[in-house]
């Protein structure tokens, strides 16, 4: 930066190099000093792996060379990353800074699942329906069902596919659609003592975990994938979530993959040491805060009425 200012006093005012360094308080050796680093390997290692993997930043990247064998500092990384071309465009909105009330911290797996629907299209034009169910502690993916219409009666059978496989959550946290606030659907969660929470509507950030999930979806899988027909879909969509859980680091996770932080989770020397989770690293692996207040089986968290009064009502199945 400092050269080019040089050269352009130089053009300007046509002085002398020695003139527009005292100028601008830097020594000669400074401007004219070329560096003899080779960075051709690291950048052709870094174009490979963005070819493979479009959407992924230097961080991950970064990752992704550390586990091919490559010790590299970061920030050549990314002094090569950004001088190949290669960064990520994202458009991010202005955001108002709100303020919420504290919550608290999830401590395991299986306390609260979000879910929530995605959409895409295929070649043909059919449209897809795509149920994700994330859990909000260790951000794994457990299911992600794929078809043409998505009823009520489908989601629970999902559930009830996923429960068989790790047990069930404490809660489910959900927006307020039809499929979410059937009798069928409110009726399954009693029977089977899940608390549900519904999100105030119109403030789908009440449910962040499902709607980050859902970018990465959108940007890495729905977007980058060219679907022939439902059963194309459900292949590439499948695929993509064992990615997604077992080789995807995960910035919140201290970029740890999912399963790998499900294991860590589930370890007796990791959930039994107190002293080891107020630690740097143990809040840097554990996830962020989320609602944790008990509600009664047959009780639904309203929101819409006012967070602060802590007002529930009873949910009434006829």
């Not at 919140?252 to 007796?268: M, V």
Request: glycine share 4%; net charge positive; hydrophobic share 35%.
């Amino acid at each position: 930066m400092k050269r080019a200012e040089v050269q352009q006093l130089k053009a300007e005012f046509s002085t002398s190099e020695r003139h527009a360094c005292e100028l601008m308080s830097i020594p000669r050796s400074s401007c004219r000093y070329r560096s003899r680093r080779d960075d051709t390997r690291l950048r052709e290692q870094l174009m490979e792996l963005a070819r493979q993997k479009p959407r992924f930043g230097y961080r991950r990247l970064h990752i992704l060379l550390a586990r091919e064998g490559e010790h590299v500092n970061h920030k050549r990384v990314q002094r090569v990353y950004r001088a190949a071309g290669l960064c990520v465009r994202r458009l991010r909105r202005k955001r108002l800074t709100r303020t919420y009330t504290a919550r608290q911290r999830l401590s395991a797996p299986d306390q609260e699942w979000a879910i929530d629907f995605a959409s895409d299209v295929t070649a043909s034009g059919q449209r897809l329906r795509i149920f994700s169910v994330v859990d909000a502690f260790t951000r794994e993916c457990l299911a992600l069902e794929t078809d043409t219409s998505l009823p009520s009666r489908r989601i629970t059978r999902v559930l009830q596919r996923v429960i068989g496989q790790r047990g069930a959550p404490q809660f489910l946290r959900s927006d307020n659609g039809p499929e979410m606030s059937s009798r069928h659907y409110l009726a399954w969660c009693s029977e089977r003592h899940i608390a549900t929470i519904h999100i105030q509507p119109g403030k789908p950030m009440q449910n962040g975990h499902i709607e980050s999930f859902h970018g990465r979806l959108r940007d890495e899988c729905l977007n980058a994938s060219w679907f022939w027909n439902l059963w194309d879909a459900r292949r590439k969509i499948a695929a993509w979530r064992i990615e997604y859980n077992t080789a995807r680091p995960h910035s919140s996770l201290a970029y740890r993959t999912p399963a790998e932080f499900a294991r860590q989770a589930a370890s007796p020397s990791l959930s039994s040491n107190n002293a080891w989770l107020d630690s740097p690293q143990g809040q840097a692996l554990r996830a962020p805060a989320a609602a944790l207040t008990r509600a009664q089986p047959c009780e639904t968290t309203n929101y819409q009425e006012a967070e602060a009064e802590n007002h529930t009502t009873e949910c009434r199945i006829t």
